[in-house]
């Protein structure tokens, strides 16, 4: 019964997703543009929703429960961190981000910021990691959950999920995710409302029981929150590594205006923090239940055994639905880093009509990629940690510099006007240095190491950098 049940949802979600994507190709054809972020044309509940379905990949609903299983209580660290980034993003940047109608994160920092096309293209390749990861996840998710249901090859599984995300991310770009994201965006806080009471009723709603079962079982340690240098880290990386994904700049940035956007991500934002904190609990919960299971196969072990079977039935459509809409979100994300970002400047003679051909192109292949991403990572989380660590500790100091040391302050940031004290040499020097010392060191020493590095360069070259005849010579060189 779950095994065809699980076929047959797969069958009709593909159908469903794929036509939209036939429906949307014309329009996203139209210019590379279009196929980026829409036109700038999305209201405030399209981002609401389609946010929320980006957020709530498999990561949040298999992931998470797996951490929760495993680190107990003081993963809800991380997860306030990761999680409330995106709170902190609408506060902070979406409203800023909504004004302008640029691609990319990268295509933003050079031109309000940089000015220049090294530090473009390596701050595309900074970004692009975390999306190739995300969707990575997904696919793992999905294989995991497919095996836990039906005994399936989480292999086959994972391949088979990537061709479906695959396809209407390619035909429709951000017409289609949006379309497909809106709907599931509102189905994730149906069925995940079904999803978490179900599991929640196992321990008759009481953290109390739970404990007490956890107690019982000899794991008193994870009902312990423990802040220490581990949780901050937890929370700071979570935090950091979020305020630079692309995925969540580039649907601000298809916003029709700067208030959608900031209300669009808020909303979101604060349901994704309650609903995976709620997983974290789900972890701990079925270590409860089952001390002795395997920490990945937490929350699919637990809708398998221990809940009815239309909760069972109703929570793999939910993963499924999650994990599809951020994986073909990111897959988005992640072809326009590459065609903006990259192939534009190396070839800045590009149409729209090649520009969206390589988008498509590139999704398939980045998509396949995800795929091997997921066949070779040891859990969800561990896929995304790396990826957050690299963002944290190299283009987020640089933005934050380059929001926070204007030429001008008196002055707002306007496109097409430079308005930053960062030098080009700075930049690089910045990325480069934060981004290895972070991998090598950890969060709090290559966010410094950054930092530090991008202020003494920028301070070293100023001269050069800063004279109107050297940024003329600049604009110059990109044009």
């Not at 929001?403 to 006007?417: A, K, M, Q, V, Y």
């Not at 100023?462 to 940024?471: C, I, K, L, Q, V």
Request: charged residues 15%; positive net charge; proline residues 3%.
């Amino acid at each position: 019964m779950i095994e065809a049940a699980a076929w047959v949802i797969t069958v009709a979600f593909s159908v469903f997703a794929v036509g939209i994507g036939w429906t949307a190709r014309r329009k996203a054809g139209a210019s590379f543009t279009s196929y980026a972020i829409a036109g700038t044309s999305l209201p405030l509940v399209v981002i609401a929703f389609t946010d929320l379905s980006t957020i709530m990949g498999a990561g949040n609903f298999i992931g998470e429960a797996e951490q929760g299983h495993q680190v107990g209580y003081s993963q809800l660290a991380f997860v306030v961190g990761e999680q409330g980034a995106k709170v902190a993003f609408a506060l902070l940047f979406a409203g800023f981000a909504g004004r302008f109608a640029y691609r990319s994160l990268a295509e933003m920092m050079h031109d309000l910021m940089l000015r220049d096309n090294v530090s473009r293209m390596i701050t595309a390749v900074l970004t692009l990691g975390l999306m190739i990861s995300w969707i990575g996840g997904q696919g793992l998710g999905m294989g995991l959950l497919f095996h836990e249901f039906t005994g399936a090859d989480p292999t086959l599984i994972i391949f088979l999920f990537t061709a479906i995300f695959i396809a209407y991310s390619a035909l429709g770009g951000m017409h289609a995710v949006a379309r497909v994201e809106f709907v599931l965006g509102i189905l994730i806080i149906v069925i995940g409302i079904v999803y978490y009471v179900a599991a929640f009723k196992l321990v008759d709603f009481s953290p109390a029981h739970l404990n007490a079962r956890l107690d019982r079982a000899g794991l008193s340690e994870l009902t312990e929150f423990h802040f220490d240098l581990k949780t901050l880290t937890l929370f700071l990386t979570g935090l950091l590594g979020v305020l630079g994904a692309q995925s969540y700049w580039q649907r601000c940035f298809a916003a029709k205006d700067g208030r959608s956007a900031r209300r669009g991500m808020l909303v979101a934002g604060t349901v994704a923090t309650l609903f995976v904190c709620g997983t974290v609990l789900v972890g701990l919960v079925a270590r409860a239940l089952n001390p002795g299971g395997p920490g990945d196969e937490a929350m699919p072990w637990l809708m398998a055994n221990r809940v009815p079977m239309v909760i069972t039935i109703v929570v793999f459509a939910l993963v499924l639905i999650a994990a599809n809409g951020a994986a073909a979100a990111n897959l988005n994300a992640a072809t326009v880093i590459i065609v903006n970002d990259l192939f534009t400047v190396v070839r800045p003679g590009m149409t729209d009509r090649s520009m969206v051909r390589a988008g498509r192109l590139l999704t398939v292949v980045i998509g396949a990629g995800g795929a091997l991403a997921a066949m070779y990572a040891s859990s969800i989380i561990g896929l995304f940690a790396q990826a957050y660590t690299l963002l944290a500790c190299s283009v987020v100091p640089v933005l934050a510099l380059g929001l926070l040391w204007r030429r001008d302050r008196s002055r707002p940031f306007t496109t097409g006007e430079r308005n930053c004290r960062i030098t080009p040499w700075g930049a690089r020097a910045g990325l480069v240095c934060g981004s290895v010392t972070g991998q090598l060191t950890g969060l709090y020493i290559g966010f410094a190491a950054a930092v530090v590095a991008t202020v003494v360069i920028s301070l070293v070259t100023r001269d050069r950098s800063e004279e109107p005849a050297a940024d003329m010579a600049v604009q110059a060189i990109d044009s």
